[in-house]
């Protein structure tokens, strides 16, 4: 029997469950959530359920920061678009707000003390924010940069996201209450849960080089195989 009749049958099975395992891990797939220009890298990004919106994010456990790329097309041309985090609620009451839109040609930031649905004031938020910026892409939407502290070992957010129909007088004009512009709202998991099962070691920042054990468990397993694979071929 010629060796390469052996191969075929015998070896292809062990040799595609080689690539398998040597292939790299994501724990998302963020293929689909290309921001423009790719000038910036997240550990993190996700669909967000309502607005046609996406939340690339990365969280630093060091120094407690969060750093965000929020994408969204605003409700019409010349809109705005704002993610928020709450400190204190669930909902848009409390929100301390970045909101984007085009001035005068250019797009800027701007933060938003939201302390009533009726009250919405520009100014100083209660955490530290920098690195503010934002971008229209040519598919309509906007993308919000930004990065902010967040409280020591917090694990998550109560964040909201919002769109709206354009600026009066260099204010934002309200935003529609349909079912999607309510639904703006959810928690933002920074550090991965354990399972009951598993032990309790210092938590792990959500995504950030999550599964590199896994991989490198992976690589030393698909480099054995390779090896027995070279050793029944050719010895």
């Known amino acids: 029997m010629k060796m390469g009749s052996l191969f075929t049958p015998l070896l292809l099975p062990l040799f595609c469950l080689c690539l ?3 292939s790299p891990t994501h724990s998302t797939d963020c293929s689909s959530l290309k921001l423009p220009g790719g000038k910036k890298q997240y550990s993190n990004c996700t669909h967000l359920p309502t607005l046609n ?3 690339h994010f990365t969280y630093n456990a060091t120094n407690s920061s969060l750093s965000i790329a929020f994408s969204a097309p605003p409700a019409k041309s010349g809109g705005w678009i704002a993610w928020a985090v709450n400190p204190t609620a669930t909902g848009m009451a409390g929100s301390q ?4 839109f085009k001035n005068n040609g250019s797009m800027v930031v701007k933060t938003y003390n939201i302390s009533s649905y009726s009250s919405i004031v520009e100014g100083k938020l209660s955490f530290d924010v920098w690195d503010l910026e934002a971008e229209a892409g040519s598919d309509g939407k906007m ?3 930004g990065s902010l502290k967040v409280e ?3 694990e998550k957010l109560n964040q909201v996201w919002q ?3 354009g600026i009066a007088d260099g204010h934002p004009m309200k935003h529609e209450f349909d079912k999607a512009n309510l639904g703006s709202v959810g928690e ?3 550090v991965e ?3 009951p099962s598993s032990p309790s070691p210092s938590p792990q920042v959500a995504n950030a080089n999550s599964g590199y054990g896994l991989r490198v468990t992976q690589l030393n397993v698909g480099f054995w195989i390779l090896g027995l694979i070279y050793f029944i071929v050719f010895m």
């Open 20 to 22: 398998t395992l040597i």
């Open 53 to 55: 919106a996406t939340l």
């Open 97 to 100: 707000a970045l909101l984007a």
């Open 143 to 145: 993308v919000l940069y």
């Open 152 to 154: 020591e070992s917090a």
């Open 163 to 165: 769109v709206g129909p």
């Open 188 to 190: 933002l998991q920074l």
């Open 193 to 195: 849960k354990l399972t």
